[in-house]
């Protein structure tokens, strides 16, 4: 099901970054970091994709209500664009445009390791495509809030993201688990076996329970594993549990918004997560990323222009593949930092026109294809398997909401 708002926000900070990697060839590098000492427009986005992702996973797997239909719905949903991605990298790496990054040529065990499991962020090593790394957290909280269904337990939201938030603060160690290659490359090893053993419980329907337990037990490589490596993005526990923090906070506003939770409850945790995360990043960008999410849902009952839910559908395709054509552009026009205001200005237009339809491109044949196969895959299950639950009527309410009149696909 849609909702228009949540499409129009996850598009806006889909095309955020996709400015942000762009400004320092178009407006210059000096007034690029310049902007950044005031706000970090980068990270804006990414905590707007995260407060969307804690709104509508939770959603999502409630809908299906049952934890194989979330999981084939899900893996459905993310990995073809991701191994497109990959699979292009790695065509043009082939060809000489580009190169693989450094640790992943050191590292290239711990590499596989990290991208077969979506975690790359965890082993301290780069993502095939740096922007991966955000996909780190959103596969933990994917396990984490499907072991909390699966132990009913998941209605909890704001205790959890309030206490995320408190346990970041009090600083918690960080690279406790993995210092070495050796110990990234056999923590890659428990990540696969840990992650594999759970979606297959899941998808067997067979110790739910069980590999619920394992799923909530994910919080503890965010939680006492953050890699200071180079190769990461969040360099510290801390860092990785405030991320957790922020989609469950997302998870709040939905609870709250369909009175799952009181708003007393819902304020404290949410001011809590929010103090935690402007001590980290500052109160203008967390400021800023309170104030366009608080906007879009007070509008979330008006039309949203079609141009921006198109933008959302293909969000996901324009965060993966933009930084592969932004790599390709110093092939294009060389020294493009260097050139004069109009060429630059030209440049940053062509590049946005290429990337937006090539993220078309991929929803149409990659991403659709993906999300058809995993409706008939779950049909062909409610069909063959009677004891597979229906999706619970709590959650087609809850998804409606009162006022919505619009349904999202997540």
Known sequence: MRLGWLDALRGYAALTVVLFHLSPQIIGLDTHLAIMRQINLGKYAVLL????????????????????????????????????????????????????????????????????????????????????????YEMVFYLIVAGLFAWRIHRHSAWYAAGLALIAWSGP????IAHSRHDRRALGVVLLGLAGLTLILYLTR????????????????????????????????????????????????????????????????????????????GAITVSAVAATFLLAYVLRQRNTPAALTWLGRVSYSLYLLHVIVLFLLPHIVPALGTQPVAIRVLTGISYLI???????????????????????????IDISVAGDPPPTTESAAAGTGRGENRRERV
């Open 206 to 281: 067979r110790l739910e329970l069980v590999a619920g337990a394992i799923g909530i037990g994910f919080v503890v490589f965010p939680g006492l594993n953050g890699h200071p490596a180079a190769a990461s993005t969040v360099t510290s526990s801390r860092q990785g549990l405030l991320l957790l923090a922020v989609m469950f906070a997302g998870t709040v506003i939905y609870r709250w918004q369909h009175r799952q939770t009181g708003p007393g409850p819902a304020a404290v945790a949410l001011s809590v997560v929010t103090v935690a995360l402007a001590a980290e990043l």
């Open 354 to 380: 290429a990337v937006l339809a090539l993220a078309g491109l991929s929803y149409r044949i990659v991403e659709q294809p993906g999300v058809n196969l995993g409706r008939r895959l779950t049909r062909k």
């Open 49 to 136: 994709f995260f407060l969307v992702s804690g709104y509508v996973i939770p959603m999502s797997l409630e809908r299906h209500g049952s934890l194989r239909r979330f999981w084939i719905g899900r893996l459905c949903r993310v990995y073809p664009a991701y191994l497109a991605t990959i699979a292009l990298f790695a065509v043009l790496a082939a060809a000489g445009l580009l190169h693989w990054h450094a640790s992943l040529r050191a590292e290239t065990a711990t590499g596989v390791l990290a991208h077969l499991t979506m975690m790359p962020d965890l082993l301290g090593v780069r993502g095939v495509v740096r922007v991966f790394w955000t996909l780190t």
């Open 173 to 176: 160690p960080t690279a406790l």
